[in-house]
């Protein structure tokens, strides 16, 4: 579980602002923070940033996982690609770097590496993998429902460390 | 790893942790599965332990990976059809108590369905991303993409899912063909995707030409 603790370390603006432009795209992507779920996936009461032309759109439709067919749904797998996107720009920005055993970066590890390994937002970032990982198709049903509240709480965290960074009178 | 060096290092490394430790304690039952029940561990492999006792708990840490499942649980349907089920009931190791639902698992439809929505859920999200991914993910997804099919393959013809190392390097011991694979994953893609279903086949078949079989314990799994 997720405590209060304070991070042992807080990154300076540049990467901060780094880091919450890429969990804005992500939220405003999933438009979370509205979510609805079900026993196999997450349904989404209101669809953002989606043309409703898009003929494509069934292809998000499940209609046995719900009973309103006017609901759609987004999967962690979307989510997964989404942060491994958000870690490539930050990549490419050069705010982190590849590590040298060749093993790929991860959102807890971005966290852990900036923060320090303690603090709660350290935490919240490596239950949220977590919960988005899933294993071998067995995922709990709660499990998306957790991850959305994790990742606001790390959005909102993120927030206010970079107000908190602002100087007086801005 | 031979079943009693199993149980020391799964004793050894469970008490490190109070909720594993809690499970060793008072666990109905529990079950080593994945590389290191089968004995094809590397030395960074972390442990999966599945405990069946009275809660619902997940523990992940470097070394442990423990799921904690209450015992009626395992009687319902929707444990019994699961790939994960089926997995451990073949390749796993108990280490307490007996199993008392292996012979009731089955792989059920909804298993074969929920590993097709999963491959076409990446196959959707990927192409448009594909360019924005760094190397080092795209890489990742080939694998994962690949590894998923092999895992489909199996599930659809009722075979229980073997430790990742098994689908990695000796794909051969299952008679499935290695163009399968590539079958079913253009058979789930958009015809719109070229540049991005080239760039992965390419990948996944570079992987399968590596592939060496594992010598024994694998013959035994057969």
């Known amino acids: ?36 779920v079900s026993n196999t996936a997450v349904t989404h009461a209101k669809p953002e940033k989606k043309d409703e032309t898009d003929p494509d759109e069934d292809d998000f439709v499940e209609e046995d996982d719900y009973d309103d067919g006017e609901e759609e749904y987004f999967e962690r797998e979307e989510i997964e690609v989404a942060l491994d996107a958000f870690l490539s720009s930050l990549l490419a920005s050069g705010v982190i770097r590849k590590a040298k055993s060749g093993k790929s970066p991860s959102f807890g590890r971005v966290f852990a590496k900036f923060f320090g390994d303690e603090g709660e937002v350290v935490d919240l970032a490596w239950e949220f993998e977590e919960d988005i990982e899933g294993y071998m198709g067995w995922i709990k049903p709660d499990a998306m429902r957790s991850a959305e509240q994790r990742f606001l709480k790390i959005s909102d965290l993120v927030s206010k460390m970079i107000k908190e960074k602002e100087p007086h009178g801005d | 790893m031979e079943t009693d060096r199993l149980v020391r290092f799964a004793i050894r490394k469970m008490t490190e942790h109070e909720v594993a430790a809690e499970c060793l304690e008072e666990a109905d039952e529990i079950v080593i599965f994945g590389s290191r029940s089968v004995g094809l561990e590397k030395s960074n492999s972390d442990l999966d332990v599945l405990c069946i006792g009275k809660k619902s708990q997940k523990l992940k840490t470097r070394f442990l990976d423990l799921t904690v499942m209450p015992l009626e649980e395992t009687f319902q349907a929707k444990w019994l059809g699961n790939e994960l089920a089926s997995h451990i009931a073949k390749y796993g190791t108990w280490i307490k108590g007996d199993p008392k639902w292996v012979d009731s698992v089955q792989i059920g439809a909804e298993a074969v369905d929920a590993k097709r929505r999963r491959i076409a859920a990446f196959l959707r999200a990927l192409p448009s991303r ?84 594992i010598p024994s314990p694998l013959q035994t799994l057969r």
């Open chain 1, 1 to 36: 579980m997720s405590t209060a603790k304070k991070p042992k370390r807080i990154p300076g603006t540049r990467i901060l602002e780094a880091i919450a432009e890429g969990l804005d795209e992500i939220r405003a992507h999933f438009g979370w923070g509205n979510f609805v």
């Open chain 2, 130 to 213: 594909w360019d924005n991914l760094d190397e080092i993910f795209r890489q990742k997804y080939a694998t994962k993409l690949r590894r998923e099919t092999q895992r489909l393959l199996l599930l659809e013809r009722g075979v229980a899912v073997p430790p990742t190392r098994i689908l990695d390097e000796s794909w051969d011991v299952f008679t499935i063909p290695e163009q399968e694979i590539e079958r079913s994953l253009v058979g789930t893609m958009g015809s719109d995707e070229i540049r991005f279903r080239r760039d992965l086949l390419d990948r996944i078949t570079a992987a399968l030409a590596h592939q060496t079989t």
